[in-house]
């Protein structure tokens, strides 16, 4: 496909359960960067990959966040044991270098997040 | 720590008129200005930028312009039709980082027909 694609698009999980929430970037981005999205509030970065490597993890809130990236591609994020408060949008984005000049972050359709 | 307000929060206008959001930010090193549109159900979608090296610019029926003496930024859009209806987010930079942006909160504009 030409954009950020997610999945899925919702999940609904119990507290104390892990999840894995997947992004597919646009071929060829370099850069791919994960950000969250709370009810009615602006994005909060989280992870920020070039390649496969994660220079900038400082927005993970906790250690139960986690990301990798494989392939110079797919990503994943996984939150372990979750709790109430890790419901939100949880939204992808990638562009082309990340480096040497700010360029464009296309954004995906985000993964909605409900902890019950 | 880094920090963007955006005003208003809600913002309601008849079809045809302009609709105006501003941005202020506190990293004086900042030095990119994009702003998102984001639909219901959709991820944020890039509608225009500004560097700055630039005081204003325009696309059609919007413009941004950028004040950094005051360090603030401002979405204008002209004739507004109501498929502008969605959630405008502003962003800055941190420093001179070429990849982290902080958001702003969010505009909710509604255009009546």
Do not use: M
Not at chain 1, 8 to 35: F, M, Q
């Amino acid at each position: 496909g030409a954009g950020v694609s997610q999945s899925p698009s919702n999940k609904v999980t119990e507290k104390g359960k892990d999840v894995e929430l997947r992004c597919d970037p646009i071929s060829g981005h370099t850069a791919l960067y994960w950000y969250r999205q709370r009810l009615g509030q602006g994005l909060e970065f989280l992870i920020y990959f070039q390649g496969n490597s994660a220079p900038d993890k400082s927005g993970l809130p906790s250690d139960r966040f986690s990301a990798e990236r494989t392939g110079e591609s797919v990503s994943t994020l996984t939150i372990q044991r979750t709790q109430q408060e890790d419901s939100a949008v949880y939204l992808c984005a990638s562009s082309l270098v990340g480096t040497g000049g700010t360029d464009t972050q296309y954004f995906g359709p985000g993964t909605r997040l409900t902890v019950l | 720590g880094e920090n963007v307000e955006q005003h208003p929060s809600t913002l309601s206008v008849q079809e045809g008129d302009s609709a105006v959001i501003k941005c202020t930010y506190s990293d004086s090193a900042s030095n990119y200005f994009p702003w998102y549109k984001q639909e219901l159900g959709k991820g944020p979608q890039l509608i225009i930028d500004i560097r700055s090296n630039v005081g204003e610019k325009k696309d059609q029926r919007i413009a941004v312009t950028l004040n950094k003496t005051a360090k603030h930024f401002s979405l204008h859009i002209t004739e507004t039709q109501p498929e502008d209806s969605a959630v405008y987010f502003c962003a800055a930079s941190i420093g001179d980082s070429s990849y982290k942006l902080i958001f702003g909160s969010g505009t909710r504009l509604l255009v009546r027909p």
